[in-house]
């Protein structure tokens, strides 16, 4: 089996692109064409200058605040394969974890704020002991995605 969140991350981006055009467009016909008169429904020109900015700042970090990442997965052939990076304004670092089935130990859940950050662990065992990897973020997954990651990996933790 082989996923990705892509749509998941496209629309993120596509979301943050179109909230950066509202709030460039508002400040230019607010400051410098001066096409909007105010006041505006009550509301003069630094108040809706710093409730646009503080949704543009909400839509903007709530995505690094979840730790949302690009997620690839992969069982498909010997190895289990992930292949992730951070999906912020700035992406991250692209990093790949490959470990054989054979070798898989198990992985490890955790949540935070709520159950909106969750990240999986996983452990490969090796002569010397269980090696454990950094956490994938898999808070940008959606139920069906983390349903079907979960079911797979149970398959191959269990053949020990």
């Given at each position: 089996?082989t996923?990705?969140n892509?749509r998941t991350?496209?629309?993120?981006?596509i979301?943050?692109?179109?909230?950066t055009?509202?709030?460039?467009a508002?400040?230019?016909?607010?400051?410098?064409?001066?096409?909007i008169k105010f006041?505006?429904?009550?509301?003069n020109?630094?108040?809706?200058t710093?409730?646009?900015a503080?949704?543009y700042?909400?839509i903007t970090?709530l995505?690094?605040a979840l730790n949302?990442q690009f997620v690839?997965?992969?069982?498909d052939?010997?190895?289990i394969v992930?292949?992730?990076?951070?999906?912020?304004?700035?992406g991250?670092?692209?990093n790949?974890l490959?470990i054989d089935k054979?070798?898989?130990?198990g992985?490890k859940?955790?949540?935070?704020?709520?159950?909106l950050?969750?990240?999986?662990?996983?452990?490969?065992?090796?002569?010397?002991?269980v090696?454990?990897?950094?956490?994938?973020y898999?808070?940008a997954?959606?139920k069906?995605?983390?349903s079907?990651?979960?079911?797979?990996?149970n398959?191959?933790?269990?053949?020990?």
């Amino acid at each position: 089996m082989t996923f990705d969140n892509s749509r998941t991350i496209t629309s993120f981006r596509i979301k943050l692109f179109g909230a950066t055009i509202v709030f460039l467009a508002y400040i230019a016909m607010a400051y410098v064409i001066k096409m909007i008169k105010f006041p505006l429904l009550g509301l003069n020109d630094t108040v809706w200058t710093v409730i646009l900015a503080g949704i543009y700042l909400f839509i903007t970090i709530l995505p690094l605040a979840l730790n949302y990442q690009f997620v690839f997965f992969s069982d498909d052939t010997e190895k289990i394969v992930f292949r992730y990076f951070n999906a912020g304004i700035v992406g991250g670092r692209k990093n790949s974890l490959e470990i054989d089935k054979r070798t898989f130990s198990g992985y490890k859940i955790e949540s935070r704020l709520f159950g909106l950050v969750q990240s999986i662990t996983l452990f490969q065992k090796f002569r010397e002991g269980v090696a454990k990897y950094p956490p994938v973020y898999i808070s940008a997954l959606s139920k069906a995605e983390r349903s079907k990651l979960i079911k797979a990996l149970n398959l191959y933790a269990s053949q020990e």
